[in-house]
């Protein structure tokens, strides 16, 4: 696993963005994406009766919906343990199988970075 402070300082930017959005807004989750062309998107877990969606394929669908046309990074800010199945469907459906999921904790340090794949 790669240490935090081995990060590159853009992948970083999107682990402070995504714990910034879980504080925020209060929620279970956080989760930034960027771009092809170094814009971000920030989100948290929608949790509606008629919609469910976590907090990453939320910046996911905020980036399509933007018009981005793929990915060069993800990040979630979670307690869990490990990216979700579709958390990393939702990344690779835009980025590519080879794009980096970054899973951070509350606390921001990095647990594990795995490609989407």
């Known amino acids: ?7 590159d300082p853009e992948d970083r930017k999107i682990i402070t963005l995504a714990r910034s959005a879980r504080a925020r807004n ?16 920030v ?9 469910k969606l976590s907090a990453l394929q939320t910046a ?8 981005a046309k793929s990915l060069e990074a993800a990040a979630v800010v979670s307690e869990a343990d490990a990216a979700s199945d579709a958390d990393r469907a939702a990344v690779r459906d835009l980025g590519g199988p080879d794009t980096p999921v970054l899973l951070a ?11 989407a794949g």
Do not use: C, I, N, W
């Open 105 to 115: 904790g509350p606390d921001g340090a990095l647990k594990s970075a795995v490609a």
């Open 1 to 7: 696993m790669t240490q935090s402070t081995d990060l």
């Open 60 to 67: 996911v669908a905020m980036a399509v919906a933007s018009g």
């Open 43 to 51: 989100a948290g877990t929608v949790a509606l009766e008629s919609l």
């Open 26 to 41: 209060g929620v279970p989750e956080g989760a930034a994406v960027r771009d092809d062309t170094g814009r971000t998107y």
